[in-house]
């Protein structure tokens, strides 16, 4: 079965920068576009960034373009999301997910926490 397991997260002070993973399995990693969202306490998951299958295409929302890196490594079958620049406002539950936009990505990991402190 589909299995999406992120790691990485932590604890980092504003201005700081993590590295996040997500280890696929259970499904044909290359065929499929891979993506990042993510959960602030108290509001809704938000798109934060995704990438074609061959990594020719990658999108970000607005508020982390510039500071945030996706990329992806198919013989390893890893996703990766580095973060520079860390803002308060970036602590969430950061998922991994299997799909390239919010309205087609069909699995979810179960999420690791980032807290940037001010």
């Known amino acids: 079965q589909v299995q999406l397991v992120e790691s990485g997260g932590g604890l980092v002070q504003a201005g700081g920068s993590l590295r996040l993973s997500c280890a696929a399995s259970g499904f044909t990693f290359s065929s499929y576009s891979m993506g990042w969202s993510r959960q602030a306490p108290g509001r809704e998951r938000e798109f934060v960034a995704s990438?074609?299958?061959?990594?020719?295409?990658?999108t970000y929302a607005d508020s982390v373009k510039d500071r945030f890196t996706i990329s992806r490594d198919n013989a390893k079958n890893m996703v990766y999301l580095q973060m520079n620049s860390l803002k308060p406002e970036d602590t969430a539950v950061y998922y991994c997910?299997?799909?390239?936009?919010?309205?087609?990505?069909?699995?979810w990991g179960k999420g690791t926490l980032v807290t940037v402190s001010s």
């Open positions: 997910a299997r799909g390239w936009s919010t309205s087609d990505m069909n699995y």
């Open positions: 990438i074609s299958e061959r990594a020719f295409r990658k």
